[in-house]
């Protein structure tokens, strides 16, 4: 499967979303970027506009594609997903049927219940590395191996 994620910037804040509202949601209780899978026919570029819009009503104006997350589970489901990033944006937040929307501090985001894994790449964020290829192995809900750019983490 391959998918986006998107941090969207505001005041030292990302908007983030929290799962908290479609039953048997493998993301339930956490706290994620903005995103989705792809639909046929469409680009990384494509998929990453439309969920933001889907999910937020923000229309993104320019968005950074910041890196590759591989995520591997031990039964050997493959995700592929695009790490987006974007501080351009217009329109208005909307309610999102997914979970509840909310600007968080990036000093705030080490106290969010979340995967292990998007805390390494939300540290490549803040640390503003150039594209990187992260590759996340998780055993159901923990992360049992980290690989950046080819080096364990």
């Known amino acids: ?3 986006t994620l998107c941090y969207i910037e505001k005041d ?3 908007l983030m979303l929290h799962r908290n509202k479609k039953a048997q949601d493998i993301n339930q209780g956490k706290w994620i970027g903005i995103g989705g899978k792809l639909e046929p026919r469409e680009s990384c570029d494509e998929c990453n506009l439309r969920e933001v819009k ?3 009503g923000l229309d993104l104006v320019e968005a950074k594609c910041r890196g590759i997350i591989t995520f591997v589970q031990n039964d050997g489901y493959t995700e592929y997903m695009f790490l987006f990033t ?3 944006f217009k329109g208005e937040l909307k309610e999102c049927d997914e979970g509840t929307l909310r600007w968080v ?3 705030e985001l080490d106290t969010l219940n979340m995967w292990e894994g998007d805390r390494i790449f939300l540290d490549c964020l803040r640390k503003d590395l150039p594209f990187f290829s992260l590759k996340l192995v998780y055993n159901g809900d923990n992360l049992v191996e980290a ?3 080819n080096e364990k983490v």
């Open 1 to 3: 499967m391959i998918t």
């Open 12 to 14: 030292n804040c990302y």
């Open 86 to 88: 974007s501080d351009s």
């Open 147 to 149: 690989w950046l750019n």
């Open 105 to 107: 501090s990036k000093d």
């Open 54 to 56: 889907e999910e937020t």
